[in-house]
């Protein structure tokens, strides 16, 4: 058996424009029921009793503000939390346990912020009853002989300490208008600032405003701001945000640490290897975005991670995507690259204050995309810009005869206007091409997005109509700078295949920064390694082969990677492990590849 979902998207319903189609069209509304109707604030109100799930309304709807879903009966016996009538609802609640890291891992706008407000104590639970007005006792009642139900007892006496990391780290200046020291002291309940600061590295930043702080650090400060509280449990929302591979892992030994000492940690995240590296355990939110979320039970780290890829959940014996995502199969050195080069350059230097760029000489064929990796604050963003033209470099010159479309590092949205009309009005951009629609704009959900306004577009969003906007230009290189920052999991994916594809079906070009190396595998043909001292000076690298870059970049940063057995996903080997120890030996860094090695690798 089923139950009907139907969920309506105030934000896109706009029924003065739309001439009521939805109303007009409903068979049960033809049939004198009245299945549909308009509400006090003037948008439409579906029954989902009276709803026979036939679908028309979602088709006539100009504005895609309607999904009506149908899920198992049996859910509604674990239905969480429902904001009110036809919106979103939670489905189950994840698990936390003392002295292990749980990760939270889904699609934006599909529950995890609603989960952690639950588990913080933020948000008392109603159990799908809006009308009614919630209360711990109830919730607690439901909770019986489950596991949760002490968390929330303690979290209903007013016992629990809960210490959240969110989401929004560039709120932080809003609330704090002094420097990092005195924020940071603020918060150190547990009495252990300098060894938190000495760990994510923060040194230099104490005596800056908080105003003043990079992405990086103001992530960092964040994070250390919430590990510095004494609680019970701590909740990481997105810790790896704007962190190049360093910092993250700097931040994975802090929350590591934090576990260790007995204490209850959740961690959401979109980068897998930065969550299969700190987390004991995943749960995966399933669902539809916007509509619902369901929360799987817990799994072993890389049983859940490989379940997220593959789509399927075996416990729960559940598919949630319709295909799997694999990783590539092809040697690392092997590509498809043309012999036309579309750029050129000679060794490149470019000076700004005291900082210095050094760039060894390159070229970029057709069909080529060349990844590039490195900490934070060593150029790269400045390389990219002069291969786009917008930097000229100091000494050495840029040839590169063809158009470049360039996505830059942070987005701002000036444009008065829909998503539609800023694709209308954007010279050169090709967004009904039909490569594109299917490649990108379709599997990145786009058309929920074209009626919005690019000012309320949310960072995650934004990021998406960007690299639309990019990749719809008829050009012959293809520049993006941290495409995969804001995006979830699923998207992130989406992308980078998609940039992959794109490129080599027109006999193009790309250059991709992103620091997580997942996405970096997927996307890439060749490397560009940038090293030296963050701030002071950067060296990069001519282009190199996929796995002498893989294997020059880990070197420097002191992990080495296997392939995990089933998925082929790159994996982080514990440091010091043999495994590790055997493959810095033998200088390969970036995968094992016999098949004995990776099954002895298989955890």
């Known amino acids: 058996m089923v139950h009907r979902v139907a969920v309506v998207d105030d934000d896109l319903c706009q029924s003065k424009k739309c001439g009521l189609e939805c109303i007009k069209e409903c068979p049960v509304n033809i049939n004198g029921e009245e299945c549909i109707v308009l509400d006090e604030n003037k948008l439409a109100l579906i029954s989902e009793e009276l709803c026979i799930g036939c679908g028309i309304c979602i088709k006539v709807c100009p504005f895609d503000a309607i999904d009506i879903l149908n899920l198992s009966e049996e859910l509604k016996s674990d239905k969480i939390h429902q904001y009110g009538v036809n919106s979103f609802r939670l489905f189950k609640i994840p698990t936390v346990r003392r002295g292990q890291v749980v990760g939270l891992v889904g699609r934006n706008g599909i529950g995890k912020s609603t989960a952690l407000k639950i588990l913080a104590g933020q948000l008392i639970p109603n159990l799908g009853d809006y009308e009614k007005e919630p209360s711990w006792e109830r919730f607690l009642s439901y909770l019986s002989g489950r596991e949760m139900k002490e968390h929330f007892e303690r979290i209903a006496d007013g016992e629990m300490r809960v210490s959240l990391k969110p989401q929004a780290v560039y709120k932080l200046p809003e609330a704090w208008k002094k420097d990092t020291e005195g924020l940071l002291r603020q918060m150190d309940e547990r009495k252990k600032m300098d060894e938190v600061v000495e760990t994510l590295n923060l040194k230099a930043t104490l005596k800056m405003k908080v105003s003043d702080l990079s992405g990086g650090e103001l992530q960092r400060v964040a994070v250390a701001a919430a590990a510095l509280k004494d609680a019970d449990l701590y909740l990481f929302d997105e810790p790896s945000s704007y962190n190049d591979v360093y910092q993250r892992l700097a931040v994975s030994k802090l929350i590591g ?119 934070n604050a060593l150029g790269k963003t400045t390389f990219i810009k002069m291969l786009a033209g917008e930097e000229k470099p100091t000494k050495g010159s840029v040839s590169v005869d063809a158009k470049v479309a360039y996505k830059p590092q942070y987005l701002t949205s000036s444009f008065e206007g829909t998503v539609e009309e800023f694709f209308n009005s954007s010279l050169g951009t090709k967004y009904g091409d039909p490569v594109l629609q299917d490649t990108l704009a379709v599997p990145l959900r786009m058309e929920k997005l074209l009626a919005r306004t690019m000012g309320d577009l949310s960072g995650g969003e934004l990021q998406k109509v960007a690299i639309v906007a990019t990749m719809a230009q008829d050009s012959e290189v293809y520049a993006l700078d941290e495409p995969s920052a804001f995006l979830d999991v699923e998207d992130r994916f989406v992308v980078a295949r998609a940039i992959n594809r794109m490129v080599k079906a027109r006999g193009k070009a790309a250059v991709v920064i992103d620091h997580d190396l997942q996405v970096v595998d997927i996307v890439s043909d060749r490397l560009m390694v940038f090293a030296g001292k963050p701030g002071e000076s950067g060296e990069a690298s001519t282009p190199l082969t996929k796995e002498e870059g893989m294997n020059e970049f880990l070197k420097l940063v002191g992990l080495t990677y296997r392939r995990d057995v089933n998925t082929k996903r790159p994996r982080v080997n514990k440091p010091g492990g043999k495994l590790d120890r055997e493959q810095k030996e033998r200088g390969a860094y970036y995968y094992v590849s016999s098949q004995r090695e990776e099954n002895a690798a298989a955890d």
């Not at 369901?294 to 890829?309: E, F």
Request: proline share 3%.
């Open 257 to 375: 640490q934090i576990a260790e000492s007995g204490k209850s940690v959740l961690v959401v995240e979109h980068d897998i290897a930065f969550l299969d590296y700190v987390t004991d355990y995943v749960q995966i939110i399933y669902g539809e975005p916007g509509a619902y979320g369901i929360v799987s039970g817990p799994y072993a780290s890389r049983t859940g991670i490989n379940a997220l890829l593959d789509g399927y959940l075996p416990l729960e014996n559940v598919r949630f995507r319709e295909h799997a995502v694999s990783f590539g199969q092809r040697a690392a050195g092997e590509t498809f690259e043309s012999e036309e080069v579309v750029a050129k350059y000679t060794k490149l230097t470019k000076s700004f204050g005291n900082f210095k760029l050094s760039v060894d000489a390159g070229q970029i064929k057709g069909g080529t995309i060349l990844g590039v990796v490195g900490a």
